[in-house]
């Protein structure tokens, strides 16, 4: 199994955790990375999530996710992909997602990943019949069968 995690996934560690929602996405972040480190579940990666990474003010939080996509990563979605990505990136902005969005989603699918994780309630409505698009803790029930 595959799978992309957006870049809100690797941020929810770092956020103040005052709501029982985002604990319980923060757990599932950590159960899935787990996983991955395991190499139970193959870790996708793009160029957007190395920019929105290097865009951080927190240092520390730049340099862990950095630490993770270098250990983890079975796939890199590159420029090299900029055709097909290009034409991906057309068609799912047509249906209202913002851009860098788009190309996290674009990266997943032309990565052949089963499953896109992300906190972003927006994305979370989206469908694409090429990648599965869940909520970290939905994604942690899946993998528990449940």
């Known amino acids: 199994m595959r799978i992309y995690l957006d ?8 956020d103040e955790k005052s709501s029982e929602k985002i604990i319980l996405e923060a757990d599932a972040i950590m159960h899935v990375r787990n996983e991955i480190r395991n190499k139970n579940i193959e870790l996708a990666t793009s160029f957007i999530l190395h920019y929105e990474n290097d865009k ?3 240092k520390d939080m730049k340099i862990a996710v950095e630490k993770f996509f270098k250990t983890n ?15 991906l990136l057309e068609e799912i902005m047509q249906t209202g997602i913002k851009m860098n969005d ?12 089963d499953y896109f994780l992300t906190v972003d309630y927006r994305l979370l409505k ?14 942690v029930k899946i993998l528990r069968g449940d």
Do not use: T, W
Not at 7 to 14: D, G
Not at 74 to 84: H, L, P, W
Not at 126 to 139: G, L, R, S
């Open 56 to 58: 951080k003010i927190n």
């Open 102 to 113: 788009a190309y996290h989603i674009a990266s997943a699918i032309l990565a052949e990943c």
């Open 126 to 139: 989206y469908h694409n019949d090429n990648v599965k698009i869940v909520n970290p803790i939905a994604f």
């Open 7 to 14: 870049m809100c996934c690797y941020n929810r560690q770092f």
């Open 73 to 87: 990563s079975k796939i890199y979605i590159g420029v090299d992909f900029s055709e097909k990505l290009n034409k």
